[in-house]
T-cell receptor, first 116, second 114 residues
Framework: DTGVSQDPRHKITKRGQNVTFRCDPI?????LYWYRQTLGQGPEFLTY????????KSRLLSDRFSAERPKGSFSTLEIQRTEQGDSAMYLC??????????????FGEGSWLTVV | DQQVKQNSPSLSVQEGRISILNCDYT??????FLWYKKYPAEGPTFLIS?????DKNEDGRFTVFLNKSAKHLSLHIVPSQPGDSAVYFC?????????????FGQGTTLQVKP
């Protein structure tokens, strides 16, 4: 499978605990995105990497959230001191430079977070 | 400020008939539009896209129409099949933005009845 891979698929955690999600983008895709989706809403942009550089962060990304892409390949999204409002699906997506791709980004299966 | 809006939360059609999903946007700088399909507990899957230099793009049973003056796009599915039952998201991006960031609508749940 050469698609975007996310791990874990599901995570249940107690309020106040830290959680970390991992994303492996499509091979050779230099752009990587994190989105969050809650029930009844479309995906909301969180942050964007071009190679290892984090170039944009949404206001949704509070100080408790940190994302990294240390070698320009996989990425991690960490949420510290989780709150119940953090419960959502966290989606990773990637995009390459292939000709004609426009702005098409390809999503992974998502990581469900439930904070209890 | 909801820049991309899907005003119909749900749509139900009979198998074999046409499904029309609508999307409106407010940002005139958007120049690339996409439709994604999402099944429960899965990530969105890219369906079809259209550049603002076109007013129609077709791929098999799926056609997207863009009306720039009305800031409106629609997705037509003909003929509709039960396997098309899913949530459909409209998304848009600004070409001038180097990020390729997409702004999504709230989604429309399509149910195709056998």
């Amino acid at each position: 499978d050469t698609g975007v891979s996310q791990d874990p698929r599901h995570k249940i955690t107690k309020r106040g605990q830290n959680v970390t999600f991992r994303c492996d983008p499509i091979s050779e895709h230099n752009r990587l995105y994190w989105y969050r989706q809650t029930l009844g809403q479309g995906p909301e942009f969180l942050t964007y990497f071009q190679n290892e550089a984090q170039l944009e962060k949404s206001r949704l990304l509070s100080d408790r959230f940190s994302a990294e892409r240390p070698k320009g390949s996989f990425s991690t999204l960490e949420i510290q001191r989780t709150e119940q409002g953090d419960s959502a699906m966290y989606l990773c997506a990637s995009r390459g430079w292939e000709q004609g791709s426009g702005n098409t980004i390809y999503f992974g299966e998502g990581s469900w977070l439930t904070v209890v | 400020d909801q820049q991309v809006k899907q005003n119909s939360p749900s749509l139900s059609v009979q198998e074999g008939r046409i499904s029309i999903l609508n999307c409106d946007y407010t940002n005139s700088m958007f120049d690339y539009f996409l439709w994604y399909k999402k099944y429960p507990a899965e990530g969105p899957t890219f369906l079809i896209s259209i550049s603002s230099i076109k007013d129609k793009n077709e791929d098999g049973r799926f056609t997207v129409f863009l009306n720039k003056s009305a800031k409106h796009l629609s997705l037509h599915i003909v003929p509709s099949q039960p396997g098309d039952s899913a949530v459909y998201f409209c998304a848009a991006s600004e070409g001038s933005s180097n990020t390729g960031k997409l702004i999504f609508g709230q989604g429309t749940t399509l149910q195709v009845k056998p």
